[in-house]
Each structure stands twice: as structure tokens, then as C-alpha cells.
């Protein structure tokens, strides 16, 4: 930048900015609530990441090897021995509940002291009371909390702590505190001596993993069983992170959409300025500016709101994320995986990935007005009397644009199915937004063209028409807005009612038996067998299904495998239908099912084999077919109880599926069972209208973050409303004085003003309405099943639908509230001057 | 209230054993391990020499320290009774340099342990194993050092302290079983910086067992082993309290050359210190030579180190133990131990 353009641009852009300082501090505002969204939703994202992370790392420590899957504990002395292994320790993990601190949780790692010492990644014994190998040994049920734990609870060495295991009550003393390392922050971490961990969770002869160092990491072959898998602990983070990367992408393209809408208002907020600035920019041209310098004078004006927009959002986003980091959270751990998101990790490259989209999309928003002003030519600039609104003609361009980005938008849901990436799906999902408004310019004519008697409001209607330059990027904003809300909405009510037809079909027991801290830390505990057979003697009882689920390796990863007895009454909805067949294959050799997002994920389908490592060795079971099933992304295979007893010789349940001969005897036999079993809530007990409604608690926590989504755009759009009314009214300045000079009265103004505030109310409503249920479809067909492998049948809120209208036409009168009343207190001698 | 009998009757079985007066020692079957003690040692300390003339000192000792006593409740494998460590030391008396080293293990797969056939004590490689002819193998290793010993007891073993037990405070418990075999001829191999050597010498082996002897009051303790040229043996101990004196309940022991031991009451001998060495490791000082008397034997001997740096630091349990000569009336040569300097020792 020269130094005489600099001038300019401090006279010109920084001056008018100092007079206009509602508008500039409303565009920066809209900016900086884009910026601030995505920065949270980012930061939400990438401690959760951290957080898992960290999980492994405190784990497996420095290990660069780590053996897991179901480890047989005699296994850890010939593993200890191998050549070239310099550190070998054990290690056995499991989760309790806390019921005296409700929601809390420990994940308890069992070490061995006498061999972590070169994976160890906390201190154990800070505080008070310092390390003692002969008290770690001794105590049963002693355990090292985190300080931060001991904290938050006010616990301290000493302190008892009653847990949950396996709906077993069990005493754990604390008998350190521990002390991670800087880099390793987990709070619900604690460690307890390994004997007492397999005692604790009554694991005696098995192991979670062995941590190992090994001097060549990536070659290492080491003789192990079937069943279990040897991978640098790394690769472990990395498949979780793999495992939510659709859920993160899925909230940060929704966090990007509230930008996109205030992109239409900086463009608005910059061609105002344009058109009010034409005879400056005349003087300027004939004064020697060239066209370039014209144009910076523009984008840096755009800089200028981008620059405070992402300064405001990075200072709103930070807090902004502290909102939003626990319902990430809950979401990530009741759909994929434990976590608890103690710490917030803000990266530089956030912020800057943050302000670089401010300040990109500022500019790129400005990009064409600051090319008009460029291209002013300085003669007609300084004539008097001739305005913008010749541009008009543009309209029609404007509609070829928006059915090619209609047919691209096809184009790109059709690749995103077929051949991925499934990022296709937000392109397409986009390219529908913005072909929609594209035809913003075309509903401003049409309804703009209606003449109607009342003077007033035809005077409305020709200034709605006649500012298409300055109403169609509100409208256009507006509707995005809108069409966010409505899509999102759309897809969320026919999930919602996919779920509940799928759940009445699926969920036909009439009582449901779980562990208690499986609600809290996912399924882990098991039922114990004399609560089993309890429910099976009871008079009121038909039969009793059993459910279990855990993770086998499969191709180099893990996935889940589900154990059910009874699938038969699950009454499973196959893909393709043929329950009959499927089932009686299922039930009676070595066959599985598996999900459909199992399906897409591994692309396997029916009649395909699946190589399951069984503690047996490799055995091959046929997908006897494929089920819908909407519990989680990841998929999940599913074996028949005698087939997996047969292979695995393991027959611990976690949760059960009760049917009775009459769903009224419910509540009854529940009764029972807690007084007999459950006297301190060690299971959750829930009858079939109880479990659907958690499932349905469940279900919306997951979508709670995209109401905040929603709401932000909607706000964003009600900026641009006023916003844009306040532009107009600038512009037509004269013509308002004019009008009041020939007898128009205050009242009229205002009315002219609501009015035309009405119609951008009503062209949104149409087109976001269009937009909307557009949108809808390919978040439903497309995103949906290319990231998740979902089938939802399409359903529409029509009450929600048909009252958009009604909710938008009154926000935008309420944007039009200051503007119509500074209209109508226009001075009709200073507006007049130029006539 | 069943589970409260039940727990009670675990509590009764589930507590250590105190080492009270009339323990019948037998042989061999006392060199095996006492489960029911909380900590019980075996230690060999010894001077050897080599074909090229050089003197070496070398100790090697295993502990075990009871975690939870015998017929407490867990069946996981990983549930540790004891903690099983050991130490070797080796004293290159020509060079002047002390070496030593700390072995630590869960021994949840029998790698470390105490008293399987042959065995009465093991860490990985490092073992002590009964021979036929009423010896002992003894083998350490480790950073190029190592030893792989046979001794041969050349007199029986000396029991010490009275009616059985070895007394360390005031009260009924506060003592030990302690016996020793106070001479034993040994002979092998012993490596500096993986060049091995034939050695031969004298060592000393000492077999204690005890549940909670010291009492809070108490820090520590000097100990002396003495192999006097002429064919007789002194073990002496002072029990060390916090206010810097010296418990009654200290004694010794002198071994005539038949090899019967003669019980010397904390009034028979005194012990002074006349030189100090500061650690420059520990920051600990210790008194490094000594005057020995016991009027009873007419004994009057004088104790100094030939390498002054023989601490064993080892964090929480630092002490000294190394090489010492014996001059005076008469002459000889032995091993002093002295605990509690750098930190008090606890839970013993």
C-alpha cells in the first residue's frame, strides 16, 4: 500500500467507518460470530481429540508397541523375553462408577510398579503423602486419583470411594494422589497396583494390554495368539480420531454456514458503500486513483470488518467453546466412545485457520461491489441524479447461475454415493444453498412486479423491486439462514421418526436389565449370572434375551461385535427383506449380520465372509444379511450366542432383554429385582416406554449442538435485515425527502419502510422454504448415508414448515423498527438539497 | 454378622508372626524361608583374593519385606506377598572403587522368589542355592560385574541373643531370629568390567527374620562382623534411636574357634567412633572407624575402611556396608554396616 493510498484509505474507509459505527460494528459482529462458531466448534473438536489421545498416551505411556485384545497374563514373561525388548509392562484397565458423585467416573489403569518405570508418564505419591511400594502393594482396593480429581471432589489421600464394578459395590481407598505429566492431562485417570486391578474387576489371568519398547517398532513380529494385535499405541489414537472424524467434519461444516450468511451482509454492508461513495469515487478517479487503487480502497474496508470480525470471534469463540465442549462430549460418549474433556487446547493454527476464513471470506464478499466501484466511470459518477439500480438486468444471470448450481449440487451427490469422498455430500449440500439464492434476484422482481392498490404499500413493493441490488444479498442471507434451519430441521424429525419406527419394531421386550455404570461409561460391566437366572425363574417371565457386546480385530482395526441370545424376537429389519431365511441361517451355524453402516464402512454385504479372530485362531463367518440399525456410525456385527460360546467360550452378558406375559407386570418383577439386586442402584432398570424415552434423551443431547448452529445463523440473518434497511435508507435519502415534501407523511415512511421489510420477510420465507426441504434431501440421502450409512425415510415437520413464515415476516419487521423510525425522522429540507 | 466372624477369623490368620523367645532352630530347614516374619534377609558379605593378588569385598544379600501375610484374601497372580529385592556389592579394594546394584521384582511369574527345590532365593539371574555338602552357590551379576561363589561353612552355625531371639527394643516382638554361619570358606569366580578372575577368601553369612523389630524411637543400627587371624569371630550391633543414642537392647556375639558362640550383653563391649566420612552422594556422614573393646576378651581392636565410598545409595533404604581391617591386639579383617545415616529407617 502506497502512503498516499494509505491516506485515502484512512480518510475515506476508517472516517466512514468511525461515522457509521452501528453498521460497522453490526458487519464486524456477523463476522466475528462465523469466525467465533467455527473457532469453538473447532476447539470443542480438537480437545476432544486430545482428551482421547491423552487416553492412550497415559495408557500406554512411552511404549512404542503395545499387544491388546484378550491376553492371556502367562503370555507377559515370553513377550518380557523377546530380544531387542528393552521395556515390557503389564497393564489392566477398567471403569468404575462413582454413585456418590452421579455422572462420575474413574478409568482405572492396574500397573505393574515394578516394570513401568520407563513408561511412566504420572507420579504417583504427590501431596502429603509420598510414594510407599509396601502400601501400594498392600491395600486392597487402593487407589491413586489424579490431584485434580481429589480436588474437584475436595478427596485426599486416605479417603474412602465407593465404585461400581459389574453392578458389584466395591470399596476403593485412596491411597496416593497422581500427578501426570504436563503433557498428559487426564483427570478421571487413576492408577491402582495391577494385583488389586484384576481383583477390582475380577480379571484374575487376563490382561487389557503389555506396553513394550522395542528397538525396531514397525518390523517387530511377535509370536502371539490369535485374537491378539501388536501396533505402535499411536495407531490406536488414530483410529478413534478416524472413528469421529465424520461426526467433527458434520459440525464444523454447519459451524461454517453462519459465516457464509454474513458473508451476503458484508457484501451488502460494502456495495452501500459504493453507491453512497459514487461522486467520491468520481473525484477520485478524475483526481488521477486508478482503478486498483479504487478497488483496495473497497476490500480494505471488507479487510477492515474482517480483521475486527475475527478478532471479536476469536475472544467469542474461546467462550463461546467452553458451552459447547461438554455437549461435544457427551455426544462423542454416548455415540462413540468414552471421553471427558477436562482441558481446553486452542491451537495457533485455529486461530489463524479462524481469522484467515474472517478474513477471506470478508474479502471475497467484497471482491465484486469493490470491483464495481473500479469500474465507475468518473464522468457518469458525477452527474447528478443517475442511480445504481440499472444493474437489474443482471437477474436472469443470476437464475442461470442458480440451476447450474443446482445440476452441480446433483452432480456432486450422485459422485459422494457412488465413488466418494464423501466431503462431496457438504459440496453438494452447499451448491444447494447457493443455487437457491441465486434465485433471490428473480422473487425480488416477481414480487416486486405485484402492483397493489394501497399506495403505500405499491410504493414498498417498486422499492423492494427497485433495490433488488441491495435486497437480494438479504434475502439471499436470510434464506440461507432460514434453509439451515429448515433442512437441519427436517433431517433431524425424520431421524428422529426413523429411530422410533425402527425402536417399536426393534425394542419389543417389555423390561430392560443393565448394570448401572454401563449408562455412565458404556457397555463394560457384566450382569452377574445369579441376577440372570433370578429373572429367569420369575413367574411373570417369558424369556430373557442377553446382549453383549466388545471389539475383535478386523482388518488391522477393531470393531464390535455383538453377542445376543433371543435376536429372534429383536425382530431384526433386514435390507432387502428375507427375515425368515436370515434369521434361521443366523441362528443356526457360523453365520453373523452385520449393520448397514457396517456394510459401508467395510464394504461388505451379504454372502461375503468376515474373517473374525476368535482365541481360537482366524474363523470365517458368512454375513447372512444386512439390518438397518441407527445406533451408531461405526456399525456393528452381530453373532448368535451358541456360535460365539462355541468360538470364544466366554458367556458374560452385559445387559438384558426381558419379555413378559404381560407388558403390566413390568413395573412389578422391577420392583423385585432392585430390592433383590439393585438396593443401591447398582442396575439400571427400565421398562420399554422408559428406555425408548432415554434412547430419545440420547438422541437429542446428540443434536444439541446443532441447535446453537441454528440459532446463530438465524441471528446473523436478523443482523442483515437491519442492516440492509439501514443501507437502503441512506441511499434513498433523497427520495424519502422528496416524498415527504410532496406530502407523504411520517407514518407513511415508516409504513413504506416495514412494508418492504415484509416483503424481504416473505421472498425469504419462499425461497428459504424451497432451499430448506432441498436441502433437507441431501442431507438426508446423501450426507447421512455417505458419512454414516444411514437409511432415513424422509418426513416433514409440516407444522414447523407452514409456521416459518410466521416467525420470520415479524423478526424482519423487528430489524425494520429502528430503521423505519430513522426514515420517518428524515429531515425533508437536507434530503431535498440535490433536487 | 457371618461376614463379620468371617472377616475377623481372616484378620486373626491374616497377621505376622513376632519373633518371641524359644525358636528351635533346625538345620538346613531354617535357611528356607519364614513366611509368616514380615522381613527376613539373607546376607554375604566376604573378602576375596585374587590370583593377581588383588583384594576384593563383595556383599550380596536378598531381602524379603511381607506385604500382606500368609492366607490373605486375592487369588491375581499379580498380588504381591512380599516385595523381593536384592543387593551386590563388590569392593575393588586395589583400585579403590565400590560398586552396587539394586534388583526389585513382583516375581508374579517365578521370576524372583524364595525357596523352590535347590533354591532358597532368587532375582532372575541372581541366586543363592543350598549344596549338597551343606554349602551355598551364590550367584550376582550385573554391569560387568558379577560373582558365582561356593562357600563352604568351616564351623556350625552360631545362634544369637538369648533363649532364641535377638533383641532390638524394649518388648515382647522387637527382636529377630538371627543366626550365622561366621566363617565360610569360599572360592569361584568374580568379574570386574566382564574380565572374570579365580577367587578365594572368607565370607559371612547372616539369616535374620522378624516382624516389626524396630520401634519408631529407633533409626538404625551399626553392625559389625569381625573375622579375626586367629580363627575366632566377633558380630556386635548397635540399636540406634532418634535422639542420637544407642538403644539397650544392642549386643553381640563372640565365636570361639570350636565354633560355640559366647553372649555379649550391651554392657560387655563399647563401640567409638574415631573418623567420619561425608557422603558426597547422600549428604549423609558416617562414622567410618571405630574402637572396638570388650574388656571380657580382652579386646581391644581398631577399625578403619581401606575404600572410605561403600554407601549403598539406594534412595529410601541408603546405607553403609562395606570392607573393613581390623587392627590392634589382634588383627583381622570383617564387614560394617551402618543404617539410618542419610534417611531412618522404617517399617523393619
Known amino acids: 500500500m502506497t502512503s498516499q493510498l494509505f491516506v485515502l484509505f484512512r480518510r475515506q474507509v476508517l472516517r466512514d467507518a468511525m461515522r457509521h459505527k452501528v453498521l460497522a460494528a453490526l458487519n464486524i459482529l456477523s463476522v466475528g460470530l462465523g469466525v467465533g462458531l467455527y473457532l469453538a466448534i473447532q476447539i470443542a473438536n480438537h480437545s476432544a481429540n486430545r482428551a482421547l489421545a491423552a487416553g492412550v498416551d497415559v495408557v500406554a505411556g512411552k511404549a512404542n508397541l503395545e499387544v491388546r485384545g484378550d491376553i492371556p497374563e502367562a503370555l507377559f514373561p515370553s513377550l518380557a523375553g523377546l530380544p531387542g525388548v528393552s521395556g515390557c509392562t503389564p497393564v489392566v484397565e477398567g471403569v468404575v462408577t462413582l454413585p456418590d458423585y452421579p455422572g462420575e467416573y474413574l478409568r482405572i489403569l492396574g500397573v505393574d510398579m515394578f516394570t513401568n518405570e520407563p513408561f511412566r508418564t504420572f507420579d504417583i505419591g504427590s501431596g502429603e503423602r509420598p510414594f510407599e511400594l509396601e502400601r501400594w502393594l498392600a491395600q486392597p482396593g487402593g487407589v491413586a486419583v489424579s490431584v485434580e480429581f481429589a480436588r474437584k471432589h475436595g478427596l485426599k489421600a486416605g479417603d474412602r470411594l465407593r465404585a461400581l464394578v459389574n453392578s458389584r459395590r466395591k470399596d476403593l481407598e485412596i491411597n496416593f494422589l497422581l500427578d501426570p505429566e504436563a503433557a498428559v492431562t487426564m483427570d478421571h485417570v487413576a492408577a491402582m497396583d495391577i494385583g488389586w486391578a484384576q481383583e477390582l474387576f475380577g480379571v484374575q489371568g487376563k490382561l487389557s494390554s503389555v506396553q513394550m519398547i522395542v528397538s525396531n517398532p514397525q518390523e517387530a513380529k511377535l509370536p502371539l495368539p490369535p485374537g491378539l494385535t501388536a501396533a505402535p499405541p499411536a495407531q490406536r489414537s488414530f483410529q478413534v480420531q478416524k472413528m469421529l472424524s465424520a461426526f467433527e467434519l458434520n459440525l464444523t461444516a454447519l459451524s461454517l454456514v453462519s459465516l457464509f450468511v454474513g458473508m451476503f451482509l458484508i457484501h451488502n454492508t460494502v456495495s452501500a458503500s459504493v453507491a453512497r461513495r459514487r461522486v467520491e469515487i468520481g473525484i477520485l478517479r478524475s483526481l488521477g486513483a486508478s482503478r486498483n487503487e479504487v478497488r483496495l480502497l473497497f476490500l480494505g474496508e471488507a479487510f477492515l470488518f474482517g480483521a475486527g470480525g475475527s478478532i471479536v470471534g476469536i475472544a467469542g469463540g474461546v467462550l463461546l467453546s467452553n458451552l459447547l465442549v461438554g455437549s461435544v462430549a457427551k455426544t462423542i460418549s454416548s455415540l462413540y466412545v468414552l471421553v471427558s474433556i477436562d482441558r481446553f487446547f486452542v491451537s495457533p493454527a485455529h486461530l489463524l485457520a479462524a481469522a484467515g476464513f474472517g478474513l477471506a471470506a470478508s474479502l471475497a464478499a467484497a471482491w465484486h461491489p469493490a470491483n464495481e466501484a473500479a469500474a465507475t466511470d468518473p464522468v457518469r459518477a458525477l452527474s447528478m441524479g443517475i442511480r445504481m439500480e440499472e444493474k437489474a438486468a443482471r437477474v436472469n444471470l443470476w437464475v442461470v447461475a442458480g440451476f447450474l448450481s443446482l445440476a452441480l449440487a446433483c452432480a456432486a451427490s450422485w459422485l459422494a454415493l457412488k465413488t466418494g469422498p464423501p466431503l462431496l455430500g457438504f459440496v453438494a449440500a452447499f451448491l444447494v444453498l447457493f443455487g437457491f439464492v441465486c434465485f433471490s434476484p428473480l422473487l425480488i422482481r416477481m414480487l416486486g412486479g405485484a402492483a397493489p392498490k394501497e399506495v403505500v404499500l405499491r410504493l414498498a413493493a417498486e422499492n423492494f423491486r427497485r433495490s433488488i441490488h441491495r435486497n437480494s444479498p438479504t434475502v439471499a442471507a436470510l434464506s440461507a439462514a432460514i434453509a439451515l434451519v429448515i433442512g437441519v430441521s427436517i433431517m433431524i424429525f425424520s431421524f428422529r421418526n426413523t429411530v422410533d419406527v425402527w425402536m417399536n419394531r426393534g425394542f419389543a421386550a417389555d423390561l430392560f436389565v443393565t448394570p448401572a455404570s454401563n449408562e455412565t461409561i458404556g457397555l463394560e460391566a457384566f450382569v452377574p449370572p445369579e441376577a440372570i437366572s433370578f429373572l429367569e425363574k420369575q413367574p411373570e417371565t417369558l424369556a430373557v434375551d442377553t446382549f453383549r457386546e466388545l471389539r475383535v480385530p478386523l482388518g488391522g482395526e477393531t470393531a464390535p461385535l455383538g453377542v445376543v441370545k433371543g435376536a429372534d424376537r429383536r425382530n431384526l429389519p433386514f435390507v432387502g427383506g428375507g427375515r425368515k431365511a436370515k434369521m434361521a441361517k443366523f441362528f443356526g451355524g457360523d453365520y453373523v449380520v452385520v449393520t448397514e453402516s457396517f456394510a459401508r464402512r467395510w464394504r461388505k454385504g451379504e454372502g461375503d465372509r468376515l474373517s473374525l479372530a476368535t482365541p481360537g485362531g482366524p474363523k470365517e463367518f458368512e454375513i447372512a444379511g444386512v439390518y438397518y440399525d441407527y445406533t451408531r456410525d461405526e456399525g456393528l456385527i452381530m453373532i448368535d450366542r451358541k456360535a460365539f460360546e462355541r468360538y470364544w467360550k466366554d458367556a458374560r452378558v452385559q445387559s438384558l432383554a426381558l419379555y413378559l406375559r404381560d407388558r403390566g407386570m413390568a413395573e412389578g418383577l422391577a420392583e423385585r429385582f432392585r430390592r433383590r439386586f439393585s438396593a443401591q442402584g447398582e442396575f439400571a432398570v427400565y421398562s420399554n416406554r422408559a428406555l425408548k424415552q432415554r434412547a430419545f434423551q440420547v438422541f437429542d443431547q446428540t443434536f444439541a449442538v446443532t441447535y446453537v448452529l441454528r440459532a446463530i445463523a438465524v441471528i446473523v440473518a436478523a443482523l442483515g435485515i437491519f442492516l440492509s434497511l439501514t443501507t437502503v435508507i441512506t441511499e434513498r435519502e433523497r427520495e424519502i425527502g422528496v416524498f415527504r415534501a410532496v406530502g407523504g407523511s411520517r407514518r407513511q415512511v415508516g409504513g413504506m419502510i416495514f412494508a418492504e421489510a415484509g416483503f424481504i420477510g416473505v421472498a425469504a420465507s419462499v425461497l428459504g422454504l424451497a432451499a430448506g426441504c432441498s436441502l433437507a434431501l441431501v442431507l438426508t440421502f446423501v450426507v447421512n448415508k455417505a458419512f454414516f450409512g444411514w437409511t432415513i425415510s424422509l418426513q416433514f415437520p409440516w407444522p414447523l414448515l407452514a409456521a416459518t413464515p410466521f416467525w420470520i415476516v415479524p423478526a424482519s419487521l423487528l430489524a425494520a423498527w429502528v430503521p423505519a423510525l430513522r426514515a420517518s425522522r428524515i429531515p425533508i429540507a437536507a434530503a431535498v438539497r440535490a433536487e | ?348
Open chain 2, 1 to 348: 454378622m457371618m461376614s463379620r466372624a468371617a472377616s475377623l477369623f481372616v484378620l486373626l490368620l491374616a497377621s505376622w508372626r513376632l519373633a518371641l523367645p524359644g525358636w528351635h532352630y533346625r538345620f538346613p530347614e531354617d535357611h528356607g524361608v519364614h513366611r509368616a516374619f514380615k522381613t527376613e534377609w539373607w546376607y554375604f558379605t566376604g573378602r576375596l583374593r585374587a590370583g593377581s593378588g588383588k583384594t576384593y569385598g563383595y556383599q550380596a544379600t536378598f531381602f524379603r519385606e511381607g506385604v500382606r501375610p500368609p492366607g490373605s484374601p486375592g487369588t491375581s497372580r499379580f498380588l504381591a506377598d512380599d516385595i523381593k529385592f536384592a543387593h551386590f556389592a563388590v569392593t575393588d579394594v586395589d583400585a579403590g572403587r565400590f560398586f552396587f546394584l539394586q534388583k526389585t521384582s513382583r516375581g508374579a511369574f517365578g521370576e524372583a522368589g524364595f525357596g523352590d527345590s535347590g533354591r532358597l532365593a532368587w532375582i532372575e539371574g541372581w541366586s543363592l542355592a543350598e549344596t549338597r555338602d551343606g554349602g551355598f552357590a551364590l550367584k550376582a551379576d550385573g554391569e560387568g560385574k558379577a560373582v558365582d561363589l561356593l562357600l563352604k561353612p568351616e564351623k556350625g552355625f552360631v545362634i544369637h541373643g538369648a533363649n532364641g531371639v535377638s533383641q532390638k527394643a524394649e518388648g515382647a516382638g522387637h527382636a529377630s531370629c538371627y543366626y550365622s554361619s561366621t566363617r565360610l570358606g569360599t572360592t569361584g569366580r568374580l568379574s570386574i568390567n566382564g574380565k572374570s578372575e579365580a577367587v578365594a577368601g572368607e565370607s559371612w553369612f547372616d539369616h535374620e527374620w522378624a516382624t516389626n523389630s524396630l520401634t519408631p524411637a529407633q533409626i538404625g543400627w551399626n553392625w559389625f562382623s569381625i573375622q579375626l587371624d586367629d580363627g575366632t569371630e566377633l558380630m556386635l550391633y548397635q540399636m540406634r534411636t532418634r535422639n542420637g543414642g544407642i538403644d539397650p537392647n544392642s549386643s553381640g556375639t563372640f565365636v570361639l574357634k570350636n565354633g560355640s558362640g559366647e553372649y555379649l550383653a550391651r554392657d560387655a563391649y563399647s563401640l567409638t567412633p574415631t573418623a567420619f566420612w561425608k557422603s558426597g552422594r547422600t549428604g549423609a556422614t558416617y562414622p567410618i572407624a571405630w574402637k572396638v573393646s570388650v574388656p571380657s576378651l580382652g579386646l581391644e581392636l581398631e577399625t578403619s575402611t581401606p575404600v572410605k565410598e561403600q554407601e549403598l545409595a539406594l534412595g529410601s533404604i541408603t546405607y553403609w556396608e562395606g570392607l573393613i581391617e581390623v587392627r590392634g591386639k589382634r588383627t583381622g579383617h570383617g564387614y560394617m554396616e551402618l543404617t539410618g545415616y542419610a534417611k531412618p529407617l522404617g517399617g523393619m
